[in-house]
């Protein structure tokens, strides 16, 4: 039984691949080996076969709109969207993937890091990491992110129950997704909060139930020029732009974090950094006095003078 | 977890390909590719066997052979390119990818990564925009849990260290012996062999670390006390937090003056300097130095202004 199913579905999808237009269900069913019974029984095989296909990420459109077929939905598979196109990696880029996908080793996705790297790379072996393994302890667990990922692939909504800081309760939540952002070492899913209609961020170590995803398919648009960082807080907090000067080869700390950095003169670089803070700008300035000169904020660099003015007083 | 017919139809999807890029594989090296037993393996290759595209006459099925366990493919039929990344793996390789670019210090190498992280972004657009998924690896959190494995394989590492005091990075061969927690965050002690004594290193000032092969030295305690000098420190008000906060044993001698032992003075007067509220009583020596250090700060400021 289910031997000549695997052999439907993979029939199914060579012919779906290989027409140029959408096929009728009645030619499906007429030319694509496996099918049999009443029109009721192919009827239920096909949208069975159709859903298993969709949901193992393979994409078949649909066209119902077309006026060649009159009232009857037309299917195919375009190749562009079932085909990896594999000739725009070079093999240096191959060897890039390679190392990175190498990096989930013991992190639970071995499994899809081996089959993404057999079809990406020709062959499972992800070799072992140079690096000790890293992605592991942020938390992701394989269950949540493949719910996650299904729901992004057909544009499906999720429910879940979630749990609040500082609330012992759950509730329910249906969410369609649309992004995914680390930080800090968390997860933390994007998406249209259904019932509060609002885009919401939801820590993945907050969902206390099993996701489950809506049958419904291309129930929403992710914009192309969506980005997940708009909608957490966290990373949109207003850094302050401070420009320093600093000598040749000090002040590593103002170093390690920077924006841009171009020679000055001899002596000096002039760089960029984002603060958190005035106060913290204001205390790298002074900790780096001998080696750093505060250019902008102004009134930031006054600040620090006013600081030096007293600590010459106090000692004199 | 037992395979489902959809599933096995995938893995029947991505056998052609792979031998077609593969020619004359054997059954066990395809067995352990597509992580199934050898009798699974030959039954899918039966099956393929019979697949093929309407009309299912010998031209139009996939044309497979096996003879001595290696198997060769002469037709793929409409099979012959991999089938496309799910969304999973589409997620699963950029969290790689960004966390690779963080991973590597080489410039060139990292924008040789970004590069790629971007193209292969673009590739998968229509799937999931390019801003649809942000990862960024928290850089204390990674060298915690290098430093951690270090421990735990009792093996050394090369450091980078940031020297905040004397403002620079130092390359340090170190044993990790524990981390412990502190009022000025997480700490590591480690033997140093650049120094011969134990050490703690800063979590967040440890730029970079790497295993090293080297087996762990055996320690010699060849570490002397250091000596230390007493200073006097006068506070603007009576709150002693400050104090508190910046070293362990202090001595309240009333007016608001503590006695602290230190044992680099360039911590002091860099301390002092972004402290707000402290003066430097004595030795005479090190205030003097801060008003020195202060009023040279202050003119290179106004010269700069000016």
Known sequence: MSQAKTERLVNLTMALLASRRYMKKSEIFQKVAGYSGTPETKERMFERDKDDLRNLGIEIEVASQDPLFEDEAGYRIKPESYRFPLKEISEAEKSI????????????????????????????????????????????????????????????SIEFHYQKQDSRNSENRRVCPMG??????????????????????????????????????????????????????????????????????????????????QSFDEEWDLIHTKEESLEAALEKALWHYDSVILVKPIKLREQVMRRFEKLVDQHE | ??????????????????????????????????????????????????????????????????????????????????????????????????????????????????????????????????NAIHVEIDKEQRTQKIVQHAIESGRNLSIEYLNLTKDEVSSREITPIEFVKSHQGLTLNAYCHRVGAVRSFKVTQIISAVESNRSQMLFNSTEQEESGVEVQLRTSDSDSSLINRLVKDVKSLGDNVYVIKIYQEEWLIRTVFSQAGLEIASPFMIRELLRKEAKSALKRYQEFSA
């Open chain 2, 1 to 130: 977890m037992s395979e489902n017919a959809a599933e096995r139809a995938i893995r029947l999807l991505d056998l052609v390909p792979f031998i077609l890029d593969h020619q004359g594989i054997s059954i066990n090296q395809l067995a352990k590719e597509f992580n199934v037993s050898k009798e699974e393996i030959i039954k899918d290759l039966n099956l393929l066997f019979v697949c093929g595209l309407p009309g299912y006459t010998p031209l139009e099925l996939i044309d497979i052979s096996f003879e001595d366990e290696l198997v060769y493919l002469r037709d793929p039929q409409n099979l012959s390119e991999p089938r496309t990344l799910t969304i999973s793996e589409i997620i699963v390789t950029r969290i790689a990818l960004s966390a690779l670019h963080e991973l590597v210090s080489d410039p060139e190498k990292r924008a040789e990564i970004q590069a790629l992280l971007r193209k292969f972004s673009a590739l998968f657009e229509s799937a999931l925009p390019e």
């Open chain 1, 180 to 261: 995914l952002s680390t930080w800090h070492g968390s997860w933390y899913l994007v998406g249209e909060d259904l019932d509060r209609n609002d885009i919401r961020a939801f820590k993945l170590s907050r969902i206390v139930s099993q996701i489950s995803i809506n049958k419904k398919r291309e129930m929403y648009e992710i914009p192309r020029d969506f980005s997940v960082t708009d909608y957490l807080v966290m990373l949109n907090r207003e850094l302050i732009e401070v420009e320093w000067l600093v000598r040749k080869g000090r002040a590593q700390l103002l170093r390690s974090n920077l924006k841009l950095e």
């Open chain 1, 97 to 156: 993937l390679s190392t990175a996908l190498a990096l989930w080793e013991s992190s639970g996705f071995e499994k899809v890091a081996s089959e993404t790297s057999r079809r990406l790379l020709s062959g499972n072996q992800i070799g072992e990491s140079t690096f000790p393994s890293l992605i592991a302890p942020i938390e992701l667990v394989e269950e949540s992110l493949n719910e996650i990922a299904k729901a992004l692939a057909s544009r499906s």
